[in-house]
């Protein structure tokens, strides 16, 4: 078992920046995949980023590609998101999940374990 907890969301003006931490427990965090999904008032929940158990790879939705970094530090049991350059259409509850399964997959199905969320809101 696995537990979540974002934190570093808040309001920020367009073109500002935020860096999203989730701090995970459990020893194991380190041979999982880990990933960030998005969800807007009434829109699905989306995929942002992902990264690989060693860091080594990441995968990043087109929507903010150039834009987000996502990183971990493993031995701090913590995945981050540095977001640049933020626009109004990138509001929204933002969640880090976790994948035992290793795979850098960018459906929601594929993640067992999620945090609780944490909100941002960019202003135009």
């Known amino acids: 078992q696995v537990q979540l907890v974002e934190s570093g969301g808040g309001l920020v003006q367009a073109g500002g920046s935020l860096r999203l931490s989730c701090a995970a427990s459990?020893?194991?965090?380190?041979?999982?995949?880990m990933g960030w999904f998005r969800q807007a008032p009434g829109k699905e929940r989306e995929f942002v980023a992902a990264i690989s158990w060693s860091g080594g790879s990441t995968y990043y939705a087109d929507s903010v590609k150039g834009r987000y970094t996502i990183s971990r530090d493993n031995a701090k049991n913590t995945v981050y998101l540095q977001m640049n350059s933020l626009k109004p259409e990138d509001t929204a509850v933002y969640y880090c999940a976790a994948d035992p399964k290793r795979r850098l997959a960018s459906d929601f199905p594929s993640y067992d374990y999620w945090g609780q969320g944490t909100q941002v809101t960019v202003s135009s």
């Open positions: 459990g020893r194991t965090f380190s041979s999982y995949t």
